[in-house]
Protein backbone atom coordinates (compact mmCIF):
# COMPACT_ATOMS: atom_id res chain seq x y z
CA UNK A 1 0.00 0.00 0.00
CA UNK A 2 1.18 3.51 -0.78
CA UNK A 3 0.14 5.23 2.03
CA UNK A 4 1.12 4.51 5.46
CA UNK A 5 0.13 5.61 8.80
CA UNK A 6 0.83 9.35 9.09
CA UNK A 7 0.73 10.05 12.51
CA UNK A 8 4.48 7.95 13.24
CA UNK A 9 6.98 10.28 11.67
CA UNK A 10 5.63 13.19 13.12
CA UNK A 11 5.54 12.09 16.58
CA UNK A 12 9.20 10.35 16.20
CA UNK A 13 10.64 13.75 14.74
CA UNK A 14 12.20 17.16 17.16
CA UNK A 15 10.59 20.00 17.55
CA UNK A 16 13.01 21.79 15.25
CA UNK A 17 11.73 22.76 11.76
CA UNK A 18 13.59 22.70 8.71
CA UNK A 19 16.20 20.77 7.56
CA UNK A 20 18.17 18.90 4.69
CA UNK A 21 14.89 17.54 2.51
CA UNK A 22 15.62 13.74 1.39
CA UNK A 23 15.12 12.50 -2.47
CA UNK A 24 11.55 11.54 -2.28
CA UNK A 25 10.32 8.15 -2.86
CA UNK A 26 8.58 7.15 -5.73
CA UNK A 27 5.03 5.16 -6.43
CA UNK A 28 7.59 3.19 -8.71
CA UNK A 29 10.39 2.83 -6.09
CA UNK A 30 7.95 2.87 -3.18
CA UNK A 31 6.71 -0.26 -4.30
CA UNK A 32 10.39 -2.02 -5.43
CA UNK A 33 11.63 -1.43 -1.56
CA UNK A 34 11.99 -3.52 0.70
CA UNK A 35 13.21 -1.29 3.14
CA UNK A 36 11.35 1.55 4.47
CA UNK A 37 13.12 4.61 4.60
CA UNK A 38 14.16 6.13 7.46
CA UNK A 39 12.49 8.18 10.00
CA UNK A 40 13.46 12.05 9.74
CA UNK A 41 15.03 13.93 12.63
CA UNK A 42 13.32 17.04 11.94
CA UNK A 43 9.70 18.56 11.81
CA UNK A 44 8.11 18.69 8.30
CA UNK A 45 6.76 22.62 8.38
CA UNK A 46 4.62 24.10 5.47
CA UNK A 47 7.35 25.55 3.44
CA UNK A 48 9.00 21.78 3.46
CA UNK A 49 6.22 20.56 1.27
CA UNK A 50 7.19 19.09 -2.25
CA UNK A 51 5.33 20.97 -5.65
CA UNK A 52 4.14 23.78 -3.54
CA UNK A 53 3.14 25.24 -6.96
CA UNK A 54 0.95 22.12 -8.37
CA UNK A 55 -0.50 22.25 -4.19
CA UNK A 56 -1.02 25.76 -5.00
CA UNK A 57 -3.35 25.14 -8.18
CA UNK A 58 -5.09 22.56 -6.39
CA UNK A 59 -5.98 24.38 -3.56
CA UNK A 60 -7.71 27.01 -5.22
CA UNK A 61 -9.50 24.21 -7.47
CA UNK A 62 -10.46 22.86 -3.54
CA UNK A 63 -12.33 26.74 -3.45
CA UNK A 64 -15.31 25.63 -5.86
CA UNK A 65 -17.21 23.46 -3.57
CA UNK A 66 -17.44 25.90 -0.59
CA UNK A 67 -17.68 28.60 -2.77
CA UNK A 68 -20.61 26.92 -5.12
CA UNK A 69 -22.41 25.46 -1.97
CA UNK A 70 -22.06 27.63 1.58
CA UNK A 71 -22.28 30.82 -0.13
CA UNK A 72 -26.41 30.86 0.31
CA UNK A 73 -26.27 30.04 3.93
CA UNK A 74 -26.47 33.38 6.11
CA UNK A 75 -29.30 34.57 3.40
CA UNK A 76 -30.89 31.71 2.36
CA UNK A 77 -34.00 31.89 5.09
CA UNK A 78 -34.90 35.46 3.26
CA UNK A 79 -34.30 33.94 -0.47
CA UNK A 80 -36.35 31.41 -0.01
CA UNK A 81 -39.40 33.25 1.22
CA UNK A 82 -38.91 35.60 -1.74
CA UNK A 83 -39.33 33.47 -4.20
CA UNK A 84 -42.02 31.16 -2.09
CA UNK A 85 -45.58 32.62 -2.51
CA UNK A 86 -47.34 33.14 1.01
CA UNK A 87 -49.16 30.08 2.53
CA UNK A 88 -52.45 32.62 2.32
CA UNK A 89 -52.91 34.69 -0.04
CA UNK A 90 -55.52 36.94 1.76
CA UNK A 91 -53.78 37.13 4.96
CA UNK A 92 -49.73 37.07 4.13
CA UNK A 93 -47.07 36.72 6.56
CA UNK A 94 -49.82 36.46 9.59
CA UNK A 95 -48.04 33.99 11.05
CA UNK A 96 -44.52 34.25 11.22
CA UNK A 97 -43.51 30.95 12.59
CA UNK A 98 -45.45 28.96 10.33
CA UNK A 99 -43.67 30.86 7.81
CA UNK A 100 -40.16 29.94 8.97
CA UNK A 101 -41.73 26.44 9.12
CA UNK A 102 -42.23 26.18 5.91
CA UNK A 103 -39.10 28.15 4.76
CA UNK A 104 -37.31 25.57 7.14
CA UNK A 105 -38.77 22.61 4.76
CA UNK A 106 -37.99 23.90 1.38
CA UNK A 107 -34.56 25.37 2.23
CA UNK A 108 -33.62 22.13 3.16
CA UNK A 109 -34.75 20.63 -0.08
CA UNK A 110 -32.40 23.49 -1.93
CA UNK A 111 -29.56 22.61 0.44
CA UNK A 112 -30.05 19.17 -0.46
CA UNK A 113 -30.23 19.11 -4.21
CA UNK A 114 -26.21 20.57 -4.38
CA UNK A 115 -24.72 17.32 -1.95
CA UNK A 116 -27.67 15.22 -4.07
CA UNK A 117 -26.23 15.54 -7.28
CA UNK A 118 -22.83 14.89 -5.87
CA UNK A 119 -23.87 11.22 -4.97
CA UNK A 120 -25.02 10.41 -8.17
CA UNK A 121 -21.86 11.46 -9.60
CA UNK A 122 -19.02 10.77 -7.07
CA UNK A 123 -18.07 7.50 -7.92
CA UNK A 124 -18.19 7.98 -11.89
CA UNK A 125 -15.66 10.95 -11.42
CA UNK A 126 -13.66 8.50 -9.68
CA UNK A 127 -13.75 5.79 -11.94
CA UNK A 128 -13.10 8.09 -15.00
CA UNK A 129 -10.34 9.82 -13.04
CA UNK A 130 -8.68 6.60 -12.85
CA UNK A 131 -8.44 5.75 -16.11
CA UNK A 132 -8.66 8.41 -18.24
CA UNK A 133 -7.19 11.51 -15.98
CA UNK A 134 -7.03 13.61 -12.77
CA UNK A 135 -6.93 16.97 -14.72
CA UNK A 136 -9.37 16.67 -17.27
CA UNK A 137 -11.67 16.31 -14.67
CA UNK A 138 -11.06 18.87 -12.34
CA UNK A 139 -10.78 20.94 -15.40
CA UNK A 140 -14.71 20.28 -16.42
CA UNK A 141 -15.89 20.70 -12.90
CA UNK A 142 -14.58 24.17 -12.59
CA UNK A 143 -16.10 24.95 -15.71
CA UNK A 144 -19.40 23.93 -14.56
CA UNK A 145 -19.36 25.45 -11.82
CA UNK A 146 -18.81 29.01 -13.38
CA UNK A 147 -21.57 28.16 -15.01
CA UNK A 148 -23.94 27.01 -12.76
CA UNK A 149 -22.98 30.14 -10.19
CA UNK A 150 -23.98 32.52 -12.72
CA UNK A 151 -27.62 30.85 -13.14
CA UNK A 152 -28.40 30.55 -9.36
CA UNK A 153 -27.33 34.48 -8.80
CA UNK A 154 -29.89 35.39 -11.67
CA UNK A 155 -32.70 32.67 -11.16
CA UNK A 156 -36.18 33.82 -9.32
CA UNK A 157 -37.70 30.94 -9.29
CA UNK A 158 -37.54 27.46 -6.78
CA UNK A 159 -37.24 25.98 -9.51
CA UNK A 160 -34.48 27.59 -11.20
CA UNK A 161 -32.66 27.38 -7.95
CA UNK A 162 -32.88 23.94 -7.86
CA UNK A 163 -31.80 22.88 -11.49
CA UNK A 164 -28.59 25.68 -10.97
CA UNK A 165 -27.74 24.03 -7.02
CA UNK A 166 -28.00 20.62 -9.06
CA UNK A 167 -25.86 20.93 -11.63
CA UNK A 168 -23.50 23.21 -9.25
CA UNK A 169 -23.13 19.60 -7.38
CA UNK A 170 -22.86 18.08 -10.60
CA UNK A 171 -19.52 19.98 -11.01
CA UNK A 172 -18.42 19.44 -7.91
CA UNK A 173 -18.67 15.70 -7.78
CA UNK A 174 -14.94 15.24 -8.26
CA UNK A 175 -13.73 16.47 -4.75
CA UNK A 176 -12.40 12.62 -4.34
CA UNK A 177 -10.68 13.42 -7.35
CA UNK A 178 -8.83 16.39 -5.89
CA UNK A 179 -8.04 14.07 -2.08
CA UNK A 180 -6.33 11.65 -4.81
CA UNK A 181 -4.04 14.12 -6.66
CA UNK A 182 -3.04 15.11 -3.53
CA UNK A 183 -1.69 12.00 -2.31
CA UNK A 184 0.05 11.80 -5.99
CA UNK A 185 1.57 14.70 -5.60
CA UNK A 186 3.12 14.40 -2.08
CA UNK A 187 4.40 10.68 -1.89
CA UNK A 188 6.72 11.00 0.78
CA UNK A 189 5.09 9.75 3.72
CA UNK A 190 6.80 12.46 5.97
CA UNK A 191 4.85 15.39 3.91
CA UNK A 192 1.62 13.38 4.00
CA UNK A 193 -0.06 14.94 7.63
CA UNK A 194 0.35 18.54 6.55
CA UNK A 195 -0.19 18.14 2.88
CA UNK A 196 -3.88 16.09 3.66
CA UNK A 197 -4.78 18.87 6.19
CA UNK A 198 -4.21 21.48 3.17
CA UNK A 199 -7.34 20.79 1.16
CA UNK A 200 -9.75 20.68 4.36
CA UNK A 201 -7.87 24.04 5.41
CA UNK A 202 -8.26 25.28 2.36
CA UNK A 203 -12.14 24.17 2.64
CA UNK A 204 -12.22 25.83 5.65
CA UNK A 205 -10.95 29.27 4.71
CA UNK A 206 -12.95 28.86 1.71
CA UNK A 207 -16.18 28.58 4.16
CA UNK A 208 -15.09 31.66 5.73
CA UNK A 209 -14.66 33.94 2.94
CA UNK A 210 -17.87 32.37 1.36
CA UNK A 211 -19.97 33.04 4.46
CA UNK A 212 -18.91 36.24 5.08
CA UNK A 213 -19.31 37.25 1.58
CA UNK A 214 -22.86 35.57 1.17
CA UNK A 215 -24.42 37.84 4.23
CA UNK A 216 -22.47 40.64 3.08
CA UNK A 217 -23.49 40.69 -0.06
CA UNK A 218 -26.70 39.35 -0.09
CA UNK A 219 -29.76 42.25 -0.67
CA UNK A 220 -26.32 45.05 -1.61
CA UNK A 221 -29.09 47.99 -1.76
CA UNK A 222 -29.76 47.82 2.04
CA UNK A 223 -26.57 46.01 3.23
CA UNK A 224 -24.08 47.96 0.77
CA UNK A 225 -26.16 51.53 0.80
CA UNK A 226 -22.87 53.21 0.00
CA UNK A 227 -22.18 51.63 -3.18
CA UNK A 228 -25.84 50.68 -3.98
CA UNK A 229 -27.96 52.88 -2.16
CA UNK A 230 -30.19 55.84 -3.45
CA UNK A 231 -27.19 57.87 -2.88
CA UNK A 232 -24.16 55.47 -3.22
CA UNK A 233 -21.29 55.74 -5.91
CA UNK A 234 -23.02 53.33 -8.40
CA UNK A 235 -26.16 55.87 -8.14
CA UNK A 236 -24.46 58.88 -10.19
CA UNK A 237 -27.99 60.46 -10.75
CA UNK A 238 -29.08 59.71 -6.81
CA UNK A 239 -31.89 56.99 -8.37
CA UNK A 240 -31.80 53.79 -6.78
CA UNK A 241 -33.19 52.65 -10.61
CA UNK A 242 -28.94 53.19 -11.64
CA UNK A 243 -28.49 49.93 -10.36
CA UNK A 244 -31.96 48.21 -11.28
CA UNK A 245 -30.33 44.34 -11.13
CA UNK A 246 -29.49 45.01 -7.61
CA UNK A 247 -32.76 45.45 -6.99
CA UNK A 248 -34.81 42.91 -9.50
CA UNK A 249 -31.45 40.26 -8.19
CA UNK A 250 -30.80 41.06 -4.70
CA UNK A 251 -29.45 37.81 -3.85
CA UNK A 252 -27.27 37.68 -7.29
CA UNK A 253 -23.89 39.96 -6.56
CA UNK A 254 -22.64 36.91 -3.86
CA UNK A 255 -22.96 34.33 -6.41
CA UNK A 256 -21.42 35.98 -9.33
CA UNK A 257 -18.10 37.14 -7.32
CA UNK A 258 -18.01 33.03 -6.78
CA UNK A 259 -18.18 33.15 -10.25
CA UNK A 260 -15.31 35.40 -11.44
CA UNK A 261 -13.19 33.83 -8.46
CA UNK A 262 -13.60 30.03 -9.65
CA UNK A 263 -13.20 31.74 -13.69
CA UNK A 264 -9.54 32.66 -12.32
CA UNK A 265 -9.05 29.49 -10.56
CA UNK A 266 -9.80 27.89 -14.04
CA UNK A 267 -7.65 29.78 -16.13
CA UNK A 268 -4.68 29.12 -13.87
CA UNK A 269 -5.70 25.31 -13.75
CA UNK A 270 -5.77 25.11 -17.40
CA UNK A 271 -2.38 26.58 -17.77
CA UNK A 272 -0.79 24.69 -15.07
CA UNK A 273 -2.30 21.85 -13.69
CA UNK A 274 -0.65 18.65 -14.52
CA UNK A 275 -1.63 15.07 -14.61
CA UNK A 276 -0.68 12.64 -11.88
CA UNK A 277 -2.69 9.72 -12.78
CA UNK A 278 0.32 6.85 -12.69
CA UNK A 279 1.22 6.84 -15.97
CA UNK A 280 0.21 9.79 -17.68
CA UNK A 281 2.12 12.25 -15.94
CA UNK A 282 4.12 13.48 -18.45
CA UNK A 283 1.24 13.75 -20.73
CA UNK A 284 0.81 17.82 -22.35
CA UNK A 285 -2.23 19.34 -23.38
CA UNK A 286 -2.53 22.72 -25.21
CA UNK A 287 -3.41 24.43 -21.92
CA UNK A 288 -0.27 22.92 -20.03
CA UNK A 289 2.43 24.08 -23.22
CA UNK A 290 0.63 27.71 -23.18
CA UNK A 291 1.28 27.98 -19.37
CA UNK A 292 4.77 26.72 -19.71
CA UNK A 293 5.64 29.15 -22.97
CA UNK A 294 4.48 32.17 -19.93
CA UNK A 295 6.77 30.64 -17.42
CA UNK A 296 9.47 30.78 -19.89
CA UNK A 297 8.44 34.52 -20.78
CA UNK A 298 8.04 35.03 -16.72
CA UNK A 299 11.42 33.99 -15.72
CA UNK A 300 12.91 35.77 -18.95
CA UNK A 301 11.85 39.04 -19.24
CA UNK A 302 9.61 39.66 -16.23
CA UNK A 303 12.19 38.28 -13.21
CA UNK A 304 14.91 37.23 -14.82
CA UNK A 305 16.68 37.30 -11.94
CA UNK A 306 15.37 34.06 -10.47
CA UNK A 307 15.96 31.83 -13.59
CA UNK A 308 19.80 32.54 -12.79
CA UNK A 309 19.21 31.24 -9.27
CA UNK A 310 20.08 27.78 -8.09
CA UNK A 311 17.48 24.98 -9.05
CA UNK A 312 17.08 21.57 -7.78
CA UNK A 313 16.98 19.45 -10.89
CA UNK A 314 14.74 16.25 -11.43
CA UNK A 315 13.29 16.17 -7.58
CA UNK A 316 9.57 16.53 -6.88
CA UNK A 317 10.59 19.63 -4.68
CA UNK A 318 10.84 21.66 -8.21
CA UNK A 319 8.30 24.32 -9.01
CA UNK A 320 7.01 24.79 -12.91
CA UNK A 321 6.92 28.49 -12.45
CA UNK A 322 8.84 29.53 -10.03
CA UNK A 323 12.51 27.35 -10.20
CA UNK A 324 13.63 25.04 -12.46
CA UNK A 325 12.81 24.20 -15.73
CA UNK A 326 9.82 22.85 -17.36
CA UNK A 327 9.91 19.02 -16.85
CA UNK A 328 11.17 18.85 -13.08
CA UNK A 329 7.48 17.73 -11.92
CA UNK A 330 7.79 14.69 -14.41
CA UNK A 331 8.84 11.59 -12.67
CA UNK A 332 12.01 9.96 -14.30
CA UNK A 333 11.49 8.40 -17.07
CA UNK A 334 12.12 4.66 -15.63
CA UNK A 335 9.81 5.23 -12.76
CA UNK A 336 6.87 5.97 -15.16
CA UNK A 337 7.65 2.91 -17.30
CA UNK A 338 7.28 0.67 -14.04
CA UNK A 339 4.45 2.33 -13.08
CA UNK A 340 2.86 1.72 -16.82
CA UNK A 341 3.01 -2.17 -15.94
CA UNK A 342 1.01 -1.88 -12.67
CA UNK A 343 -2.30 -3.25 -13.15
CA UNK A 344 -5.47 -2.09 -10.96
CA UNK A 345 -6.74 -4.04 -8.45
CA UNK A 346 -10.19 -5.70 -9.46
CA UNK A 347 -13.58 -3.91 -8.30
CA UNK A 348 -14.64 -6.41 -6.11
CA UNK A 349 -10.96 -6.73 -4.53
CA UNK A 350 -11.29 -2.65 -3.07
CA UNK A 351 -14.19 -2.92 -0.69
CA UNK A 352 -11.60 -4.82 2.16
CA UNK A 353 -13.09 -4.56 5.87
CA UNK A 354 -11.01 -1.11 6.30
CA UNK A 355 -12.20 0.54 3.26
CA UNK A 356 -15.80 -0.35 4.31
CA UNK A 357 -15.00 0.69 8.20
CA UNK A 358 -13.44 3.93 7.42
CA UNK A 359 -16.21 4.59 4.77
CA UNK A 360 -19.17 4.54 7.21
CA UNK A 361 -17.38 7.01 9.31
CA UNK A 362 -16.54 9.22 6.22
CA UNK A 363 -20.16 9.01 5.57
CA UNK A 364 -21.74 9.55 9.14
CA UNK A 365 -19.95 12.81 9.61
CA UNK A 366 -21.84 14.77 7.18
CA UNK A 367 -25.10 13.13 7.82
CA UNK A 368 -25.18 15.54 11.11
CA UNK A 369 -22.66 18.32 10.25
CA UNK A 370 -24.37 19.27 7.10
CA UNK A 371 -27.67 19.00 8.50
CA UNK A 372 -26.14 21.56 11.44
CA UNK A 373 -24.51 23.90 8.46
CA UNK A 374 -28.05 24.51 7.05
CA UNK A 375 -30.16 24.68 10.48
CA UNK A 376 -28.39 27.24 12.04
CA UNK A 377 -28.45 30.05 9.83
CA UNK A 378 -32.21 29.52 9.58
CA UNK A 379 -32.89 28.63 12.96
CA UNK A 380 -30.55 32.21 13.84
CA UNK A 381 -32.84 33.89 11.24
CA UNK A 382 -36.40 32.98 12.47
CA UNK A 383 -38.45 35.34 14.58
CA UNK A 384 -37.68 35.08 18.41
CA UNK A 385 -40.99 33.87 20.21
CA UNK A 386 -42.01 34.74 23.53
CA UNK A 387 -40.96 31.79 26.13
CA UNK A 388 -41.76 33.30 29.04
CA UNK A 389 -43.93 29.77 30.16
CA UNK A 390 -41.08 27.46 28.43
CA UNK A 391 -40.19 24.42 30.10
CA UNK A 392 -37.25 22.39 29.42
CA UNK A 393 -37.66 21.34 26.91
CA UNK A 394 -40.92 23.07 25.57
CA UNK A 395 -40.11 26.41 23.76
CA UNK A 396 -39.19 27.78 20.96
CA UNK A 397 -38.36 30.60 18.72
CA UNK A 398 -35.16 31.54 16.59
CA UNK A 399 -32.55 34.57 16.97
CA UNK A 400 -34.25 37.14 14.27
CA UNK A 401 -30.88 38.21 13.07
CA UNK A 402 -30.23 39.39 9.42
CA UNK A 403 -28.11 37.32 6.74
CA UNK A 404 -25.30 39.87 7.53
CA UNK A 405 -25.09 39.58 11.42
CA UNK A 406 -25.14 35.35 10.54
CA UNK A 407 -22.44 35.74 8.09
CA UNK A 408 -20.11 37.60 10.07
CA UNK A 409 -20.56 35.34 13.14
CA UNK A 410 -20.34 32.11 10.94
CA UNK A 411 -17.06 33.48 9.32
CA UNK A 412 -15.55 34.92 12.32
CA UNK A 413 -15.58 31.96 14.19
CA UNK A 414 -14.75 29.88 11.14
CA UNK A 415 -11.16 31.35 11.58
CA UNK A 416 -11.02 29.54 15.08
CA UNK A 417 -11.04 26.21 12.69
CA UNK A 418 -8.34 27.79 10.58
CA UNK A 419 -5.79 28.10 13.02
CA UNK A 420 -7.11 25.21 15.42
CA UNK A 421 -6.40 23.30 11.43
CA UNK A 422 -2.64 24.90 11.19
CA UNK A 423 -1.48 24.99 14.63
CA UNK A 424 -3.38 22.43 17.02
CA UNK A 425 -4.05 20.04 14.86
CA UNK A 426 -0.82 18.58 14.00
CA UNK A 427 0.40 18.50 17.07
CA UNK A 428 -2.86 16.76 18.59
CA UNK A 429 -1.95 14.38 15.50
CA UNK A 430 1.75 13.72 16.15
CA UNK A 431 0.58 13.11 19.86
CA UNK A 432 -2.42 10.91 20.33
CA UNK A 433 -3.05 9.73 16.10
CA UNK A 434 -5.69 10.72 13.94
CA UNK A 435 -7.96 8.02 15.99
CA UNK A 436 -7.14 9.61 19.12
CA UNK A 437 -7.62 13.52 17.14
CA UNK A 438 -11.12 11.99 15.67
CA UNK A 439 -12.62 11.00 18.82
CA UNK A 440 -12.56 14.10 20.63
CA UNK A 441 -13.92 15.98 18.08
CA UNK A 442 -16.78 12.74 18.13
CA UNK A 443 -17.21 13.27 21.61
CA UNK A 444 -17.85 17.42 21.10
CA UNK A 445 -20.38 17.38 18.31
CA UNK A 446 -23.15 15.57 20.48
CA UNK A 447 -22.38 18.05 23.21
CA UNK A 448 -22.73 21.19 21.09
CA UNK A 449 -25.87 20.01 19.82
CA UNK A 450 -28.10 19.40 22.67
CA UNK A 451 -26.70 23.10 24.13
CA UNK A 452 -27.59 24.84 21.01
CA UNK A 453 -31.55 25.33 21.12
CA UNK A 454 -31.36 26.82 24.26
CA UNK A 455 -30.26 29.61 22.57
CA UNK A 456 -33.59 30.90 22.47
CA UNK A 457 -33.85 31.02 26.23
CA UNK A 458 -32.07 34.05 26.84
CA UNK A 459 -33.91 37.19 26.33
CA UNK A 460 -32.91 40.27 24.21
CA UNK A 461 -29.38 41.32 22.41
CA UNK A 462 -27.69 40.32 25.92
CA UNK A 463 -23.83 39.86 26.04
CA UNK A 464 -24.74 36.59 27.95
CA UNK A 465 -26.53 35.12 24.60
CA UNK A 466 -23.81 36.54 21.73
CA UNK A 467 -21.74 34.76 24.56
CA UNK A 468 -23.63 31.20 24.21
CA UNK A 469 -23.62 32.05 20.76
CA UNK A 470 -20.15 32.36 20.44
CA UNK A 471 -19.51 28.78 22.34
CA UNK A 472 -22.13 26.82 20.36
CA UNK A 473 -20.29 27.95 16.84
CA UNK A 474 -16.59 27.72 17.96
CA UNK A 475 -17.23 24.36 19.54
CA UNK A 476 -18.69 22.94 16.72
CA UNK A 477 -16.38 24.14 14.06
CA UNK A 478 -13.73 22.67 16.73
CA UNK A 479 -15.13 19.04 16.19
CA UNK A 480 -15.40 19.82 12.88
CA UNK A 481 -12.12 20.98 11.99
CA UNK A 482 -10.31 18.05 13.59
CA UNK A 483 -12.72 15.25 12.07
CA UNK A 484 -12.67 16.40 8.46
CA UNK A 485 -8.63 16.07 7.73
CA UNK A 486 -8.75 12.61 9.90
CA UNK A 487 -11.71 10.67 8.15
CA UNK A 488 -9.63 12.18 4.87
CA UNK A 489 -6.47 10.37 6.35
CA UNK A 490 -8.68 7.28 7.53
CA UNK A 491 -9.89 6.94 4.41
CA UNK A 492 -6.46 7.27 2.58
CA UNK A 493 -4.63 5.15 4.88
CA UNK A 494 -7.37 1.83 4.17
CA UNK A 495 -6.55 1.79 0.40
CA UNK A 496 -5.52 -1.24 -0.12
CA UNK A 497 -3.54 -0.36 -3.31
CA UNK A 498 -2.56 3.30 -4.68
CA UNK A 499 -4.34 2.38 -8.26
CA UNK A 500 -7.93 2.49 -6.74
CA UNK A 501 -7.22 5.89 -4.51
CA UNK A 502 -9.37 7.54 -7.06
CA UNK A 503 -12.12 4.96 -7.24
CA UNK A 504 -12.08 4.67 -3.30
CA UNK A 505 -12.22 8.47 -3.01
CA UNK A 506 -15.12 8.55 -5.36
CA UNK A 507 -16.99 5.93 -3.52
CA UNK A 508 -16.49 8.41 0.03
CA UNK A 509 -17.58 11.38 -1.59
CA UNK A 510 -20.56 9.80 -3.09
CA UNK A 511 -21.33 8.30 -0.01
CA UNK A 512 -20.67 11.98 1.63
CA UNK A 513 -22.51 13.49 -0.70
CA UNK A 514 -25.97 11.57 -0.34
CA UNK A 515 -25.06 11.80 3.78
CA UNK A 516 -25.45 16.11 2.75
CA UNK A 517 -28.35 15.16 1.12
CA UNK A 518 -30.55 13.46 3.35
CA UNK A 519 -28.85 15.68 6.61
CA UNK A 520 -30.56 18.98 5.65
CA UNK A 521 -33.47 17.57 4.05
CA UNK A 522 -34.42 15.79 6.91
CA UNK A 523 -33.31 18.08 9.28
CA UNK A 524 -35.17 20.64 7.80
CA UNK A 525 -38.37 18.81 8.03
CA UNK A 526 -37.92 17.64 11.78
CA UNK A 527 -36.75 21.55 12.66
CA UNK A 528 -40.47 23.04 10.50
CA UNK A 529 -42.31 19.78 12.90
CA UNK A 530 -40.74 21.45 15.82
CA UNK A 531 -41.31 25.05 15.17
CA UNK A 532 -44.90 23.86 14.70
CA UNK A 533 -45.01 21.69 17.73
CA UNK A 534 -43.59 24.50 19.83
CA UNK A 535 -40.54 22.52 20.18
CA UNK A 536 -37.76 24.61 18.15
CA UNK A 537 -34.97 21.71 19.89
CA UNK A 538 -36.43 18.88 18.50
CA UNK A 539 -34.01 18.74 15.92
CA UNK A 540 -31.18 19.11 18.06
CA UNK A 541 -31.81 16.20 20.48
CA UNK A 542 -33.77 13.57 18.35
CA UNK A 543 -31.66 14.13 14.99
CA UNK A 544 -28.52 15.95 15.40
CA UNK A 545 -27.57 14.30 18.94
CA UNK A 546 -28.56 10.49 18.15
CA UNK A 547 -26.61 10.59 14.45
CA UNK A 548 -23.69 12.30 16.20
CA UNK A 549 -23.82 9.68 18.93
CA UNK A 550 -24.00 6.94 16.58
CA UNK A 551 -20.91 8.16 15.06
CA UNK A 552 -18.84 7.99 18.26
CA UNK A 553 -20.59 4.41 18.85
CA UNK A 554 -19.23 3.38 15.39
CA UNK A 555 -15.55 4.66 15.90
CA UNK A 556 -15.39 2.44 19.29
CA UNK A 557 -17.06 -0.60 17.17
CA UNK A 558 -14.54 -0.82 14.63
CA UNK A 559 -11.17 -0.12 17.06
CA UNK A 560 -12.79 -3.59 18.91
CA UNK A 561 -13.41 -5.07 15.75
Known sequence: MLIGPVAEPAASSSSQCGGARQRPH???????????????????????????YQLFILALCRLSEPL??????????????????????????SDPHAEAARVSTYSGILVAAFPLAQFFVSLPWGWLSDRHGRRVSILTGLAV??????????????????????????????????????AEIVRERRF?????????????????????????LAEPVASLPWLFGPGGAFNVDGNPKGVQWALDYPFALPALINAMTLAGTLFLAVLGLRETLPGKEAVEDFGLRVGRSLAMLFRTYIYPGRARGYTTVGTQDSEVLIEGGEHDEKPPAADIGLVRKAEPKPFRQIWTREVLASLVS???????????????PVYLSSPPADNTEATIFAF?????????????????????????QLFIYPRFQARIGTRGVFRIALVLFPATYAAAPY???????????????????CAQIM???????????????????????????????MLASLARAVGPALGGWVFALGVEEGVVGLVWWLYLVIIAVCALAWSLFVDRG
Not at 77 to 93: C, M
Not at 158 to 171: P, T
Not at 194 to 212: D, E, I, R, T
Not at 456 to 473: E, N, T
Open 26 to 52: TAASAEIEAVPPPPPSKDVCWRDLPNK
Open 68 to 93: SNVCLLPYIFYLVRSVLPPANDNEPG
Open 145 to 182: SVVANVGFGLSRSLGALLFWRILAGSGNGNVGIMRTVT
Open 192 to 216: QTKAFLLLPLVFNSGMVVSLALGGW
Open 362 to 376: FGILPLHNSAFMHIF
Open 396 to 420: TGGLGLRSASIGIWLSSFGVCGILL
Open 455 to 473: LSLVAGDSALRYGLLGLVV
Open 479 to 509: ARTMAIPSTVILLTESAPDKSVLGTIHGAGN
